[in-house]
Structure formats: structure tokens, C-alpha cells
């Protein structure tokens, strides 16, 4: 499945098959979701955040972006469209989106105040709250046989050895051609910010997975630290071989 829109393609280096979209006046990027996996003084950090209601990434509501792919995705298939995991789901807000869309949706994260909170939205469809940790899909309780998997932020976070670990808790509840939609801005960005991810890395940390799709946004959606240094952020999208 190709992304359409008004940005031309380009390959990408290194002689991938994915494509990119260069960024479009009318697109917005998005904020992180807090994460599901964040460790030590991130993870602590997140925890504080919720504490106190700051949440900028929920700023604007569903993500625009988001729904545009998933429109894309759910045209070759028929409601209901099979399970879908929201990877560091936060409080909650795109995975009742990906309920009311049609899809047996299930949220994960670690943070139990984003769980509670997740757990008092109103919902329409299929929708379940797990607190756990996305390097241990399976010990966290979230079944398996995930057509779709989310993430909206959560990857970019992870240090190398945490990325390993999350990829392969993917695979293993992932369905056979599942999609993985992941949003993550580019490296080289100031702390405390999370450190971001390039979409070869992405690559080469999902073995049997393959890179279809990049579409880059424009940075004024972007952190105000992003912007100033032209950080721009992406969606990827990877299928299971």
C-alpha cells in the first residue's frame, strides 16, 4: 500500500524499496505519546507529567495524520477490521479512535495513572486497557494475532538494547502481513527530549518486517526545540513478511 498525497516521492538512501513524501503545506506533525517502556528518569518523568495533567501530546485531539493512514489502510478491508495494539497507548485517546473505527483495539503503557484514565473514556466498539510494559507484550496480558499496531512515539524513546527487546514482542503477537504504523521524529535532538529514530534504524531493529512507506511532516508541527533545528518528524510504515 502506497501513501497518496500532494508531496512527491523519492527513494530512500541506502536502496530501500519505501518511498518518502516530502513534506506538504497542509500537514501537521505530531507530539509524542508518553511511552510504555521509558525506564529510569524518563519513565520517572512521564510519571510526572500525567501527576500534574500535562499532557502536550494530546493537544489537537486524534491525531489528523494518523487517521489519514488508517483511512488508507482500512480500504481493502471490511469492518471489523481485526486486532489492533496501541503501543504506549498514553491516556488513551487514538486507541478509542481506533475502536470507533472498527477495529478490536487494545492500549498498552506502564504508567498506571494514563491506564486509569484510559479506562474512564467513553468508548464505542472493542476496546480493553493494559497497564504493561511493550518489551513484554506477552507477560503483560495483551493477547497476540495483531493485525495493526500503533505507535505513536514510543519506539523513539527506547535505548538500543529496549528497541531489540520491543521489536521482538511485536513479532511475536503479530498476525502473518500485520502493519505497524510508527511515528518517530529524526536524531540529533537535545535532551530531554526522546532521542529519535531514523527509519533505516527502524528497518534493521524489525527483522522479517519490511519498510513500505516514509512520509515526512513539516517541522511546525513539531516541539519548539525540533523547530528551531529543523527536526521534522515521520511516519513509517512496516509490514510483516
Known amino acids: 500500500m502506497q501513501y497518496s498525497g500532494a508531496g512527491q516521492r523519492q527513494p530512500l538512501p541506502g536502496g ?3 518511498t518518502t ?3 506538504r503545506p497542509d500537514t501537521t506533525g505530531a507530539i509524542i505519546d508518553a511511552g510504555g517502556g521509558y525506564c529510569g528518569g524518563v519513565a520517572v518523568a512521564y510519571q510526572l507529567l500525567y501527576l500534574v495533567g500535562f499532557k502536550p501530546w494530546e ?3 486524534v491525531d489528523r495524520d494518523l487517521a489519514r493512514f488508517l483511512d488508507l489502510e482500512e480500504q481493502t478491508r471490511t469492518p471489523p477490521y481485526g486486532r489492533a495494539l496501541d503501543l504506549g497507548c498514553g491516556t488513551g485517546l487514538q486507541t478509542v479512535e481506533l475502536a470507533r473505527r472498527g477495529w478490536d483495539a487494545v492500549g498498552v503503557d506502564n504508567v498506571p495513572r494514563a491506564i486509569h484514565q484510559a479506562r ?3 468508548a ?3 476496546v480493553r486497557f493494559v497497564l504493561g510494559d511493550v518489551t513484554n507484550l506477552a507477560g503483560a496480558g495483551v493477547g497476540d494475532g495483531f493485525d495493526l499496531f ?4 514510543c519506539f523513539q ?3 538500543d538494547t529496549q528497541r531489540e527487546t520491543v521489536a521482538r514482542a511485536v513479532t511475536d503477537v503479530a498476525a502473518s502481513h500485520a502493519v505497524l504504523l510508527m511515528f518517530a521524529w529524526g ?3 537535545p535532551r530531554p527530549l526522546p532521542r529519535g529514530a531514523e527509519p533505516g534504524d527502524v528497518a534493521a531493529t524489525f527483522d522479517g518486517w519490511e519498510l513500505t512507506d516514509v512520509e515526512e511532516l513539516s517541522p511546525e508541527g513539531m516541539p519548539p526545540q525540533l523547530r528551531r533545528r529543523q527536526v521534522s518528524g515521520r511516519w513509517l510504515r512496516l509490514e510483516r513478511g
Not at 500503533?150 to 512515539?153: A, Q
Request: charged share 25%.
Open 16 to 18: 530501500s524499496n519505501a
Open 21 to 23: 513524501l516530502l513534506p
Open 59 to 61: 493537544r489537537g485531539g
Open 120 to 122: 474512564r473514556r467513553s
Open 124 to 126: 464505542t466498539g472493542s
Open 150 to 153: 500503533v505507535d505513536r512515539g
Open 157 to 159: 524513546g527506547l535505548d
Open 187 to 189: 536524531t540529533g535532538v
